[in-house]
Structures are given as C-alpha cells and as structure tokens.
C-alpha cells in the first residue's frame, strides 16, 4: 500500500497544450536527427500513431513517435469479446436509441457490489452520428469498483474526455501515467491503449466520446490572449514502461462500438521514449479562469467553454465542454441564475460536487440531465421564486463548492433504450417547473417604484 501510495505521489508531467513533446525513461531513448533509424537506441522499436490523415494541414496535424520493446502489433487475431457488452453505441439509429424531446433527468446510479471494471460499468446514454463515418458523439457514463487486471483498454472509435465524478482513476496509458481526482480531467485521444486501476476502490463518473474531431482550446474573441483553460496548466504524462513477460495479456478493443480481445505475451505500456503532439493530458478544473458579466444581464454559457470540438462551421460546435464553477455574482437588476432557454444546441449537464445555481432540488453529484434541441428548460420554481424575493437585496454574492458542467452539441441526439427505461430515470423531473405562476399584472411595479426626476429649469411643460 505504500508503494502505491509514493507511485500516486512521484508522478511527474510535462506542461502545455498541443505542445510537440518528448519524453524519455532512459536517456539516449530517442533517436537523435531521425524518426525511424535502421537500428533504434537499446534496440527498440519504432512505431507512429497518427490522429489526423498524413496530408490534415500542419497546424492541425496530430502525431507521436512510441520507441518500444515490442510492436503493439504482436498480438493474436482480435475475437469478439464474451460476454459481448450490450450498451455501448458508436452508431445512433432506431434499433439501438429513440428520439424523446422530454427534459430528462437521471439520478447517480449505484455502484455495483458485483465485481465491475471501468470497460464493464461502461455504457452510453445518448449520442448522434456514427463512428463509421467520423461524425457524431457519445455520451456515457461509468460505475467501478474494481481494477483492470492484466488487459488494456483501446478505443478506435474516438476520443474519449473523462469526468471522474466520485473516486480518483489512475490511468497507465503508452506515453506515461495519470492519476485524475473528481475535479479534474482525462483527455484519451483515438487509439491509445490506457488501463484504469481505482486507488479508492470505487468510482462513478461521465465520458464525452467525439467521432472524427480533436479537443481543442476555443478561440478567446475579444478576451484577448488570456483568459479560461490556460494552456499551460493541461499536463501530458511522462515517459514510464513496463518490461518482460505478461501471458495471456488482454487487449480490448471498441470497435463500432462491438468490443473485441487479442491476447499477447507482454505489456502495452512498454514505450521506453516517445515525442510528438499526439499524447493523452489531464487538465484540473479548478485552475480555469471563468469571465462573468459585471453590470447586467446573465453571460451566455458559452464563456465557459473549457474544450471544443468545432465543426466545419465556423462557431458551430460537434461538442464543448462548458462548467460552472465557483465565481462572484455581481449584476444589478438581474435575474442572476440561468435564463429560460429553448437552444438549436443539445444540452447534457453533470454534476462533480455541490449544487448547480438553476436546480434548487433533485440534480445530485453523479446525476445528469438532457434538454434537446429546442426544449424549453430553466431555473425550477424553488429557485425562481427565492431569486425574486430578494428583489431588494441583490448584493454581490460569490458561489462556492460547486462544479458542474455541460456537454453541448449541436447534433440531435438519439437516447439509449436503456436509458430511457432506466430505474434512475426521475419521471417526476417536469414538476420542478409546474410550479411556476403567472406574475403578469397590467400595472408594471418596477416604474411605479422609479422615483420622478426634477424637471430641468426651462423645461416646456
């Protein structure tokens, strides 16, 4: 247990986003002037992995150099997985997900006590598109309570962005180790083999999936050149390898969403050197510097914006991830929480910790909610109505021990059928808004309260 413990402690990691990075557990690891020398340092292997098409633009291009002990490619031929995992989608039509504009509402679902891994306690709750033709996303959600033992983990499908919820995840992945508390999170592009172990025993959290597209900072506007998620605060790993025999080493791979297994006599984790701009990253909430209106009105979530994943329309996005986090609320004359809303965008919110402004009750950690394109959504009646109670003492007030979050799109998405028969699906969600009572009256009370102002000297009647 303590070594465990000082492994978690000694992690080290490199700085910065879309940096080109190198790395190396012995030095002299990395070739020197070339990618692919006839013979690699300590006898090595030399293995890219491409995220983008060879010819994307060089600005957009995404590649990494492995230098290992063996190939990834030695293993056996794939085979479908028994059991066959029966809730994940990479491919959103009628046979597997249904339409529903309802707003929905899901309470955290338990942790098993049954034995379940991260793969296992895997599956999807809504999504659009299709992995097949590189474009769309998916939404899943995770419950686990044991380790991976002995296998890794490898989506070809698309880019996974992890939101631990409860319980840390220590993750092995080919260019080093992370370890990702509640409050952080895990970037793991296409590809990557990554292993997840529970230091805590336990954990519950959310999975963005994006289909044909990279994560990438938004374009800061008329902020200037600082301001949200700053660039150097998203760590990459360092590099760490594992080395000698592992029998019957299972790799799982999601394919289409279908999970296959190849065995193989070693360890993934055998990259001893590695350098490029391909690589999974970690990112801690916490450091993100949010913008908020200072005078009036509500700010559009959209400042908040942590990642996105654009479209080929300008200001369009596949996904953002967006959070609410702790912040000063200063507006005068303002209903401060979150507008009524009906949005072209698709909206699916989480909960890490503490309560979200707009929902008095019922949206708990580890919990979500899903309002549609188009569906109409907003502060419940407890909290609209203590907004406008206090009317007369609108002072600046500050949020504290909250962190939510937003996946949005712009695709419609389609909801699982599990999902939607699910036992922690809150049938009773649309009576937060039932509540809600007219306040029209023909006489407006808020210039019946506005003191008349002295006439000018000269002024006509």
Avoid at 29 to 49: F, K, R, T, V
Avoid at 133 to 143: E, K, P, S, W
Avoid at 227 to 241: I, Q
Avoid at 402 to 423: D, K, N, Q
Wanted: glycine share 8%.
């Amino acid at each position: 247990m303590e070594e465990k413990k000082k492994k978690l402690e000694d992690l080290k990691y490199q700085s910065g986003f879309g940096n080109h990075f190198s790395s190396e557990a012995i030095a002299g690891a990395l070739p020197l002037d070339q990618n692919s020398p006839l013979l690699c340092p300590y006898g090595l292997y030399a293995e890219q992995i491409s995220g983008t098409s060879f010819t994307s633009p060089r600005k957009l291009n995404q590649r990494s150099w492995l230098y290992r002990i063996k190939p990834s490619v030695t293993h056996e031929p794939f085979k479908p997985r028994v059991p066959a995992h029966k809730k994940l989608v990479s491919e959103f039509d009628a046979s597997n997900s249904r339409t529903n504009p309802t707003q929905l509402r899901w309470r955290p679902e338990d942790i098993p006590e049954s034995e379940t891994d991260f793969v296992d306690g895997l599956y999807t709750i809504c999504g659009a598109g299709s992995s097949f033709l590189r474009h769309g996303f998916a939404i899943h959600m995770y419950v686990a309570n044991k380790g991976m033992k002995n296998s890794a983990f490898c989506n070809a499908d698309g880019d996974f962005l992890l939101v631990p919820q409860t319980g840390r995840l220590w993750i092995e992945t080919e260019c080093g180790r992370l370890l990702v508390t509640p409050g952080e999170i895990a970037v793991i592009p296409q590809g990557f083999r990554f292993s997840v172990d529970l230091p805590d025993g336990k954990s519950r959290g959310y999975v963005a999936e994006i289909y044909g597209a990279h994560f990438q900072l938004p374009d800061l506007g008329p902020i200037g050149a600082n301001g949200l998620a700053a660039p150097r605060d998203f760590l990459a790993p360092t590099a760490w390898f594992e080395e000698g025999l592992r029998p019957e080493y299972t790799i799982v791979q999601k394919f289409g969403a279908e999970l296959f297994t190849a065995k193989q006599d070693f360890s993934p984790f055998n990259v001893v050197a590695w350098h490029g701009n391909y690589v999974p990253y970690k990112y801690d909430l916490q450091k993100f510097c949010p913008y908020n209106t200072v005078l009036l009105d509500h700010g559009d979530p959209s400042i908040n914006t942590v990642l996105t994943a654009p479209t080929d329309k300008p200001g369009v996005a596949l996904l953002d991830f967006v959070i609410f986090p702790p912040r000063w609320l200063v507006a005068e004359h303002t209903f401060r929480p979150p507008y009524y809303h009906r949005n072209c965008m698709s909206e699916f919110m989480g909960l890490i910790y503490g309560a979200y402004e707009a929902k008095a009750d019922g949206f708990l950690p580890g919990g979500a909610s899903l309002h549609s394109c188009m569906t109409p959504h907003g502060p419940d009646t407890t909290t609209y109505e203590a907004t406008i109670a206090r009317v007369n003492a609108m002072a600046p007030s500050k949020l504290t021990g909250t962190m939510a979050f937003m996946f949005e799109s712009a695709l419609i998405p389609r909801v699982c059928h599990w999902a939607l028969e699910s036992p922690f699906l809150d049938h009773d969600y649309y009576q937060c808004w039932i509540g809600l009572k007219s306040h029209f009256s023909r006489i407006d009370l808020n210039k019946t309260n506005v003191e008349p102002t002295e006439k000018e000297p000269g002024a006509s009647e």
